[in-house]
Structure formats: C-alpha cells, structure tokens
C-alpha cells in the first residue's frame, strides 16, 4: 500500500493510480458479474428499486413539457404562463428543499431502504392527488407533495448503489442512475404524445397517473434487495453486513480474501471516520477537507440546474415558440425525440465515461456546454432579428447537441463522483447538501425561465453562457481526481494523515487475520 509522505499534511496528493490492497484484488478478479449468480441478481434487483428512482424526475419533467402542448390541460387550468407556470413546476423543487434537512435522518438513522420506501409513498400519494386535481391549487399541491418523496428516494438510492456495488462495477451503475432519468421521460413523451388530441380531462390525467409506475416498483421490489453492509458496520450490525459482503461480493465463499480485506477496510475506515469527527451539520464546515467537500457538492447542485438544461426539461414547448415552431403535435414529437435522443447518448456514457479520470470529464463536459450554449444564443437572436428558418433549425440542431455534452458529466458522474468524495458518516449530509442547492436552483429555473423567456426572448440564454464559463474555471481549479480508488481509501481524499493511519490498520488487521488462518491449519 502506499504510504502518504508525513510532511504532507493534509495537502492533496496529486491524482495517482491506487496501491490499496481491496483495490488490486477487486482487479485480479476476472470473472464478468453477469457470470456470477448472486451478484447478477442483485444489480438486476437494484435496478427497480434503486436506479429507477429518477424514472420519477425524468417522468416529471417530461410530463410538465408535454402537458404545456396538450390542449385539455392548457384550458382545464387557464392557459397558465409566466408566473403560473413556473409556479407550477416550482412547486416541485420547493416540497424537496423542505424535505431535505430530514432525509439525512432517515436515511442515516433507519437505513437507505426505508429512505427509499418514506419517498415512494409520498409520490404515490402526491401522484394520485395529481390525476385527480380539480383546481390550480390542488395541483401545485400535489406537486409539492411529489416534491417531498424524491430527494429521500435519490439519496438513499444512490447511498445504496455505491455501497452494495462491488468495486468494480460501482461507479457504472451509479453512472447509469442518471440514465434513467430518460426512461421515465420517453416515457411520460410518449404518453402525452398519444393523449394530446383527447378532447377530455384524461388527456393530462392518464400521464399524471401513471407517474406512480416507478414509486411502485419500488416498494414492490425493496425487500428483495439487501441493506447497506457499511450502514450496517456503522451499527454494530456486522455479522449481517460480512454475510451480504460473503454472498454478493465473494458468491458465497466465506474464505474469500477480497471480502476479508473489504470488511476490515470498511470497519477500520468507519471506526477512524468516528474518532475524527462528529456528524452534526455544523460539523460540516469544521475541517478544510469537509469544506471542500461541501464546497464541491453545492457547486454540483448548482451546475446541474444551470447549466441550461431546465430550459429543455420543463419549457421546451415554450422555447421552441420562440423559434417559430408553434403546432403542439410538433413540439410533442420534439419532445419525444430529444427524450429518446438523450436516453441513448445518456446509457452509452453511462457504461464508458467511468473508465476516464473525472475531472478531465468534467472540463469536457463544461467546455462543450460554453460553446454549445454559446451557439444556440447566436441562433436565436438570429432568429429574433429576421425570423431566419435557418436560425431556427440550428436552434434546433443545438437542443439536440446539448443532450450530449450535459450527459458527458453532469449525467453520467455526478452521483457516482458524489459517493466517491463524501466519506460514508457524511455521504448521506453530502448527497443532501448536493440536492438542496439543486432544489433551490432548480426553483429559481422553474419559476424564473418563464419569465424569462416571455419577457427576454434570447437575451435571457446571456446569462447560462455566464455561469457556465464560471463552470468550467470551478472545475479546472478545485476539482479532485477520485478514480481508480476504492471508497475507503477516498473517505481521506483531503486527510493524508488519517489516510495514513487507515492503511496501517487495514494492513495490520490483514496480518492478524493471516496469522490466525494459518494457526488454525
């Protein structure tokens, strides 16, 4: 294992490929997951009940742009516009940042399974009182209440994929949850896509209704799926946690060296995360290293809601007005097609950007956003100046182009990046912090675009091209490198000191163990 240099401090190491011992030997295994029986059935499992929770957020965003051309729901709820609209899609975000100072409770406190249960039971109820809303009011209710179950689901879900994950396979997976964020989109585009001509109410409230599809598959499917082994550990619970590690990780062999070196890693790291600090949000702010941490996850929450992606999720059909493409029929077809655009590009970077140095993703992702962003600016004053037909497809073009440069990063890594920089007594905070600042900016754009958009028309795109300059010099400065590590040795990524300490006791609870195999034989 490598040993930090004790003059280090607590300076960053730079970036450097891992010596950690679960590390090599998570490596060496060469058997594919999809050959080993118990592993296999657990990703299959974690795909209801886990990565299909953002079904929920695609499903909504989705929707929320297709009722928009959907002539029923625009009558049923008078033609609402600026103020109104965005009232309505803000609602949304607003129940999730009241709910998130709890989640950490829940999700810490009665484990990463019934966080994710709490959550599917306030959008099964918020959905149902969706379908049946009867009045504006009813409607940004049950909106708000949709608002309250999602940020438990998201954090104890992608809490639960990097902890049940085997090393190998771990950032994939909480790469291909974002993924599916486009699942449920095509999903809700398709359905408004078929009921937009209903001339009766069903025609919003069949795709309302069928927002609770991914809630209930996952309370169908929770129980079938296994706790947390680190959640677990960090509750005395560790015979339960080294029997999940045993049969998921090892395919039931007990004498595994690899679940060995896995559960001491996990116990040594949490028992020094302990002695190292306490858990209270303040505590948060304490030590430069957590500072960082937070610094990093609130930017993230930022950048993935103002990056100029809450334009094409909740106001397309508004965009595209802009642009001369009014026929409501046209703009659920766009709809479509951007969804399932976005759900291919999306799953393919899922499955390969995690072969790549993060940040070096990160600053393609940025870049690429700045200059296509930039683009898409020009296109539409072209527009507004002549109401060049060329100015608008390549408005069009740009919608399309943008699908992949956001999926680059901000789709594919940000909650496996996530998992990999909040140690585990503050991931459940870590996600959360992440989510609240998401939530609020994800408000402000749904409340302000509207606006925007009527009152600005082009100029208001001026100010995304602002903020994602400010984007890529935040990453380029104060990113980390966190790839290839396991996420014990990433639990020190700012604390050389207490990385140093962790790596002698895992070494040296591994000798011991040795020792005690060898006396017995």
Excluded at 203 to 225: A, C, D, E, K, V
Aim: include cysteine; aromatic fraction near 14%; proline fraction near 4%.
């Amino acid at each position: 294992m490598t040993t930090p240099d004790p003059n280090e401090g607590t300076k960053e190491k730079a970036p450097q490929a891992s010596n950690n011992l679960v590390w090599q030997l998570a490596q060496s295994d060469d058997t594919p997951w999809y050959k080993k029986p118990n592993l296999r059935m657990l990703y299959l499992v974690i795909f209801p009940t886990c990565i299909g929770v953002e079904m929920t957020s695609g499903f909504d965003s989705s929707m929320m742009n297709g009722l928009q051309a959907v002539d029923s729901w625009d009558t049923f709820y008078n033609s609402p516009r600026s103020t109104l609209l965005g009232v309505m899609s803000a609602m949304y975000s607003a129940g999730a940042i009241i709910a998130l100072p709890l989640v950490p409770v829940v999700s810490d406190g009665l484990g990463r399974r019934w966080a994710i249960i709490l959550g599917s039971i306030f959008m099964i109820i918020g959905s149902v009182l969706q379908t049946a809303s009867q009045n504006f009011a009813m409607f940004v209710i049950s909106r708000f209440i949709l608002g309250l179950g999602i940020p438990f689901a998201i954090v104890g879900a992608t809490s639960l994929i990097g902890e049940l994950g085997h090393p190998k396979e771990r950032a994939i997976l909480g790469s291909l949850f974002n993924a599916f964020y486009f699942v449920g989109a095509i999903i809700a585009a398709g359905v408004t896509l078929g009921t937009f001509q209903m001339s009766s109410n069903w025609g919003w409230r069949i795709p309302s209704l069928l927002q609770i599809i991914p809630s209930s598959l996952q309370i169908t499917f929770i129980f079938f799926i296994p706790e947390s082994p680190r959640w677990l550990v960090s509750k005395g619970r560790g015979e339960e946690a080294m029997a999940i590690l045993v049969k998921y990780h090892a395919e039931g062999d007990a004498d595994s060296e690899f679940v060995k070196a896995e559960y001491i890693e996990i116990e040594t790291t949490l028992e020094l995360e302990k002695e190292g600090s306490r858990v209270g949000w303040l505590d948060m702010l304490k030590t430069s290293g957590m500072r960082r941490r937070v610094l990093i996850g609130a930017f993230l929450g930022l950048a993935t809601q103002w990056s100029g992606n809450g334009l094409t999720s909740y106001f397309l059909a508004r965009i595209l007005d802009t642009v001369g493409i009014h026929k409501n029929r046209t703009k659920n077809v766009v709809n479509l097609a951007l969804t399932c655009w976005g759900f291919v590009n999306a799953t393919i970077l899922a499955l390969t950007m995690s072969r790549f140095k993060r940040r070096a993703v990160y600053l393609t992702c940025t870049i690429s956003l700045l200059l296509c962003f930039t683009g898409w600016t020009i296109a539409s004053a072209r527009y507004a100046a002549d109401g060049s037909q060329s100015a608008s497809r390549a408005v069009l073009a740009f919608i399309f182009i943008y699908s992949p440069c956001y999926n680059i990063a901000f789709n594919a890594m940000t909650y496996t990046f996530l998992v990999e920089i909040f140690p585990f007594h503050v991931r459940s905070k870590g996600i959360s912090i992440f989510q609240w600042f998401g939530r609020i900016a994800g408000f402000f754009n749904q409340f302000v675009n509207p606006i925007g958009i009527q009152r600005a028309g082009w100029k208001y795109y001026i100010s995304y091209c602002v903020f994602l300059a400010f984007e890529v010099l935040f990453v380029f400065f104060l990113f980390p490198e966190t790839s290839g590590r396991s996420l014990e040795e990433l639990a020190f990524l700012y604390e050389g000191d207490d990385l140093r300490k962790q790596e002698e006791r895992v070494e040296k609870e591994i000798r011991h163990d040795n020792k005690d195999n060898l006396s017995k034989e």
